[in-house]
């Protein structure tokens, strides 16, 4: 059973628009929400995050919004640049002492 | 600081062999992670150790596998026999809150 779930595998955007990423959550228990970025041959390096009592974290391009009620997050990269394509991973943990629950991940792809 | 150091990059063997994999956690993680990453499931948690302390292994596949943390530096995942369907990328992560690093991963091949 998925606690995590990225529904779409692949995104495609083209350079200098907005590229949203979106994760759905089932554990109403999950308070802090992460975004990892993965490049090939590396492992998974942290993007951004938001607790639970947020509803919108931004760090310059890069901004995570979370509902709650619908049990949703999603990223948004503006504007996107060819150096995003990568794949972006949600994470979710409960009590900040619980290991990361992931999902399967979506490969984004910015075309030039 | 170096980060998550996991060795070795790389892993060919054959069915039958034993795998050991290593991760050096960052300094002063009272935290480390083993993850197993493929195509069909993603990001899986294998085992998870608080203070050197093993926490949860219930993402351990099966008895194949077994995970040692015998200080804070330093822990190995062995996979013993290996099999084909063990092939993926093995991560190690450490950390000292919620935020997980990541170390660069060793990709088996099992053949």
């Known amino acids: 059973d998925q606690q995590v779930k990225q529904n779409s595998p692949s995104l495609s955007v083209q350079e200098g628009r907005i590229s949203i990423l979106n994760c759905d959550y089932t554990?109403?228990?999950?308070?802090?929400f992460l975004w990892y970025k993965k490049y090939p041959a590396e492992g998974p390096t942290f993007l951004i995050s938001i607790s639970s009592i947020k509803d919108k974290n931004e760090d310059g391009r890069f901004t995570v919004f979370l509902n709650k009620s619908a049990k949703h997050l999603s990223l948004h990269i503006v504007p996107s640049q060819p150096g995003d394509s990568a794949v972006y991973f949600c994470a979710a943990s409960h009590s900040g002492n619980t290991p990361l629950v992931f999902g399967k991940g979506t490969r984004l792809s910015v075309i030039a | 600081d170096a980060g998550v150091i996991q060795s070795p990059r790389h892993e060919v063997t054959e069915m039958g062999q034993e795998v050991t994999l290593r991760c050096k956690p960052i300094s002063g993680h009272n935290s480390l992670f083993w993850y197993r990453q493929t195509m069909m499931r993603g990001l899986e948690l294998l085992i998870y150790f608080n203070n050197n302390v093993p926490i949860d292994d219930s993402g351990m596949p099966e008895d194949r596998f077994s995970a040692k943390m015998p200080n804070a530096s330093f822990s190995t995942l062995k996979i013993q026999p290996s099999e084909p369907r063990d092939s993926a990328v093995y991560f190690c992560?450490?950390?000292?809150?919620?935020?997980?690093?990541f170390g660069p991963g060793t990709r088996l091949t099992v053949l």
């Open positions: 992560a450490s950390r000292p809150y919620n935020e997980q690093f």
């Open positions: 554990n109403s228990m999950f308070d802090y």
